[in-house]
């Protein structure tokens, strides 16, 4: 029997892609999607993919009405957390795809979800490269205590920082604190320009066309540095695998985990 996906963010980048691959997968069956700008019609007509009946939902109360196993959300940072906690009171367990979420928002979605027995896995990229490279990070962090992280953007993106760089900030936090030569207060001039803190790390967003997505870390010792980066193509397939690899995993477990690489072994 195929496990049974309700999907909000259906039409977007990344949703029209994990649109098709459900439709085309022999593990899932998308039963419902949910976008407001194309509310009414076949998705099948909206994304071209001939076959696809499914009348897309305007609302994800909607969408949550009918019988699914998992909810997958790829929509916007303002909605996101009204979204998975509609579908933890519904005993639904979810993939959170949306970037925007705040620390204390993930803390109380993990409380959420344990007092409904679920499972919610929250990844700021799925990308498997993006991956390796916070596992390679929290590496890195043993033995280089200086570092900062940069992400880069499309000019349109709402929220900063990215999931992804928050997302690597606590999974750093808990190997260390960097250590800072010179105390942010105490910068001279604008202390904004040295960027925001985040779980301890300094994080500098960029924002301009011609990124997709991009973030570094930078370690420095004396007279020695490291760089690791990731960087997206226009392509939204490597983040539709690791969707589906989070969606076949997320009933395995209670509670709220941050990053895929909580559920595959590195």
Not at 32 to 38: G, L
Not at 106 to 125: C, K, P, S, T, W
Not at 208 to 213: D, K, R
Not at 214 to 229: K, M, N, S, T
Request: with cysteine; aromatic share 6%; net charge negative.
């Amino acid at each position: 029997m195929k496990t049974k996906i309700s999907l909000a963010g259906a039409t977007g980048w990344v949703g029209s892609a994990l649109s098709k691959a459900i439709s085309q997968s022999e593990e899932f069956v998308l039963v419902a999607a949910v976008a407001r700008s194309s509310a009414g019609r076949r998705l099948g007509d909206v994304l071209g993919i001939p076959g696809l009946d499914l009348i897309v939902c305007s609302t994800v109360e909607e969408a949550l009405s009918t019988d699914c196993d998992i909810f997958i959300d790829y929509t916007h940072p303002a909605v996101v957390n009204h979204h998975v906690r509609l579908a933890i009171s519904r005993n639904i367990p979810v993939v959170i795809g949306t970037s925007g979420l705040a620390e204390e928002d993930f803390r109380e979605l993990d409380e959420l979800a344990r007092n409904h027995q679920v499972g919610v896995l929250a990844a700021g990229n799925f990308a498997i490269t993006a991956v390796l490279l916070q596992r390679l990070a929290m590496l890195a962090a043993k033995y280089m205590p200086h570092w900062e992280v940069i992400d880069y953007s499309t000019a349109e993106k709402p929220d900063a920082p990215s999931g992804t760089a928050m997302e690597l900030t606590s999974k750093l936090s808990q190997i260390r604190t960097p250590l800072l030569q010179y105390p942010i207060e105490h910068t001279h001039g604008q202390k904004e320009s040295r960027g925001a803190t985040v779980n301890g790390t300094q994080i500098h967003s960029v924002r301009l066309p011609g990124f997709v997505f991009a973030f570094e870390i930078i370690f420095g010792l004396p007279d020695q540095r490291l760089v690791l980066r990731h960087e997206a193509g226009n392509s939204a397939e490597p983040y539709v695998a690791g969707t589906l690899l989070a969606a076949k995993n997320v009933t395995t477990f209670v509670g709220l985990k941050r990053g895929l690489d909580s559920i595959i072994k590195l």
